[in-house]
């Protein structure tokens, strides 16, 4: 059963525009839970990296073979079948007794959303094929954006009046009204003309290589920086790129087409893209920790000052869409960098003692930064692209981008562990009458746990667990602004890929 088209597609972008909303509300929603999941499941830093970073390797990895096999299987099938699976692990992320589970259920759900987000707008594009696409677009692109923007302040209320756990749990009654919705909705369409041959090969390899890159740097610290096992991984990936670029120069068709990396302004386009998301996720994740742990902000506060950032993004980049369309957008984008990069590094000065107020002016810096950023690298990537092969163009674009917010958890949270160990240890030698074995002790608690498991004040007279309290919180502070002047190093690299481009006018 459907109903008739010409009443029906206002009402398949709503069901289209649910689904979205709660794909892209789980990604910041997570942030804002993160310290409750630390603490409500006995976890570390490293581990609840994990949280994030199990969802944004899956989708990476399996994002483009999705969209094939909804060409190939039929959009539909594929779209439902994903919302079912992320609905179902969304149930079992709310009641996870354990941080594995946790990050398993997130790693299913990361392969339900893969098989939703392409279909979305090929869904879109069918339903709306006789006309008013542009305006369905403009409408998918604002729930995507509300979602961002929203996604703080929703997981604040439902992480404080519930549970971290309500979060996920908050997506099964949407979902299964979606999915009943879209059955009796949406018409089902395939490609005709598509590939039946899937790369395996390419699929395997390119798993492979981000997950030892990924595990390598999330875990470096339990395992020691010079370790075998750690430094066979960072090995490991290396040689899998290698071996992912040979391959996939011999397959046919291809996972990724390299050819279209040949145009110096796809190859910088893309790179801006991941950079973005590195600084946009990644800055998040440690504001996120450093408000809530340093600070004690609630997390309904915590979602509220971060606001500024993505509000900005959405007023500017619609903005910065609309000028890319008819000017040259190198100086824009390398504004944009530079911006960022500029508000990384005053946001570098954390301290126990900052104010929700001085942040203000730096994340709505970053956000307008970034908004300059996100449209014109869309479309210098899609303009460099040959129009039959836009649909890999844009595969490529949203893989990169995952890559590079994976990339952003992994190695910021990898600089703030090494820096947090470090500035830890040479604290604890300035502190007078403790003996070795209590410093041993703590120092290899944070080497294993990461962040606060290390920290057990508990038994210690009062006086001291205050003064180690405030302690941790200072050298948690500094490591942040270590991690965050990372940061600022990649945004300046962003300057510089940025000016690479070469201005064309885009139609």
Sequence with gaps: MKLASSSSKWLVLAVLAVALFMMNLDVTIVNIALPHIMTGLKASLSDVEWVINAYILVFAVSLITMGRFGDIFGR??????????????????????????????????????????????SLLNVAFKDGQRGQAMGIWGAVSGAASALGPIIG???????????????????????????????????????????????????????????????????????????????????????????????RDPPLIDLSLFRDINFSAGNALSSLLMFGLIGIIFLLVLFLQIVLGYSAIKTGLVLLPISLAVMFVAPLAGRLADSKGVRWMLASGMALTGVAIFLLAHLSAGTTWQSLVFPLILAGVGMGLIMAPANTVVMASAPVEKSGAASGIMTTTRQIGALLGVAILGAVLQSRLVTNITSALNNIPGMSEGVKAAIIAGLSKGGATSGMNVTGMPASTQYEMTEMFKSQFAASLNSAMMVAVVFCAVGVFVALLIKNKKTA
């Design 156 to 250: 604040g209320v439902l992480v404080d009046k519930f549970s971290w756990g309500s979060i996920f749990l908050v997506n099964v009654p949407f979902g299964i009204i979606a999915v009943f919705a879209g059955i009796l909705i949406i018409t089902e369409s395939t490609e005709p003309n598509a590939s039946r041959r899937i790369d395996w090969p390419g699929i395997a390899i390119a798993s492979t290589a981000l997950l030892c890159l990924t595990f390598a740097l999330v875990e470096g610290q339990k395992y020691g920086w010079g370790s075998a096992l750690i430094l066979g991984l960072f090995a490991a990936s290396l040689v899998g790129i290698v071996l992912f670029v040979l391959v996939e120069k011999r």
């Design 76 to 121: 539909k099938r594929l779209f439902i079948g994903g919302l079912i699976l992320f609905t179902i692990s969304s149930f079992i992320c709310g009641l996870a007794g354990n941080i594995w589970l946790l990050v398993g259920a997130r790693a299913l759900q990361a392969f339900g959303g893969a098989a939703m987000m392409p279909a979305t707008l």
